[in-house]
């Protein structure tokens, strides 16, 4: 493994109680944060900062935000203390001209970042920039413009960085089902996507609308899979990808993560 290379990673997150509970996934989570060194900062786009524009958080102590409604006490106790980086934030906005970018000093870490950075790099010491979805456009133009996004991001993996995604590649809250293994459409787009990252043909994601009833289903709304396509552009030629964990819950939420990474 190219040591000075960091990997990309998607995190399928899914519910913040995840913050709290040791199971397969934040296992998961957390022998991911352990099998490199240290990188010098993360990249991280949540399905959970959507703005009209690109934004960078670029304040030196960014707040936890608990954005969310009826979960226990303890989830809101929960304070994810990471820096941030403004100086880095400034050379990302730069290298991604002529897109504007807003450097933000009011947002911070929402629960898509903390919930799982919690278990991945439990210290808190690794300094972390978030990048909003931008949702100024029309929405078939949303999921090229956020793999071509990834593009343009890619070479700061070489640089230390590492570039994270937190969503779910299928999220249907109002389909979920507490007595259900996984519903068929969301097990058969699971599995398209499966496919398609493991074959290389990265294009197919980007395309995902294209499977009709399904996609619709499993990706009523944009922003839980578009920081997968983000992931998915920065891919660099010698990556490999893996799947290191999935599995569908409450019968509409995919659990799968996705990581991208040189080998030696």
Not at 68 to 96: H, N, T, V
Not at 218 to 230: G, I, N, Q, S, Y
């Amino acid at each position: 493994m190219n040591l000075e290379t960091m990997p990309a990673i998607f995190f399928g997150h899914g519910s913040p109680m995840n913050a709290l509970e040791n199971n397969s996934y934040t296992q998961c989570w957390a022998d991911l944060g352990a099998r490199w060194p240290q990188p010098k900062a993360i990249l991280m786009v949540s399905a959970h900062w959507c703005t009209h524009g690109l934004a960078l958080t670029a304040m030196p102590k960014p707040r936890t935000i608990h954005d969310f409604g009826g979960f226990p006490p303890a989830l809101y106790a929960m304070q994810y203390a990471a820096p941030g980086d403004p100086s880095l934030a400034r050379e990302i906005a730069d290298a991604l001209a002529p897109l504007p970018v807003v450097l933000d000093a009011s947002w911070g870490f929402d629960h898509g970042t903390w919930s799982v950075l919690c278990h991945a790099y439990p210290k808190a010491t690794v300094p972390v920039i978030q990048l909003s979805l931008n949702y100024q456009m029309a929405v078939n133009e949303l999921p090229q413009f956020h793999f071509e996004l990834g593009q343009r991001l890619a070479h700061l993996r070489q640089q230390g960085v590492m570039i994270c995604g937190s969503g779910n590649i299928v999220h249907n809250l109002r389909r979920m089902n507490p007595n259900s293994t996984g519903e068929t459409w969301a097990h058969d787009f699971n599995d398209a996507m499966r496919e398609a990252m493991l074959g290389g043909s990265f294009e197919r994601c980007v395309a995902y609308r294209e499977l009709g009833e399904i996609a619709s289903l499993a990706v009523p709304t944009m922003e839980h899979f578009l920081p997968l396509l983000v992931v998915l552009g920065a891919r660099l030629p010698q990556d490999q990808l893996e799947i290191p964990i999935d599995g569908i819950e409450l019968g509409a939420i995919s659990m799968m993560s996705v990581l991208l990474h040189c080998s030696l």
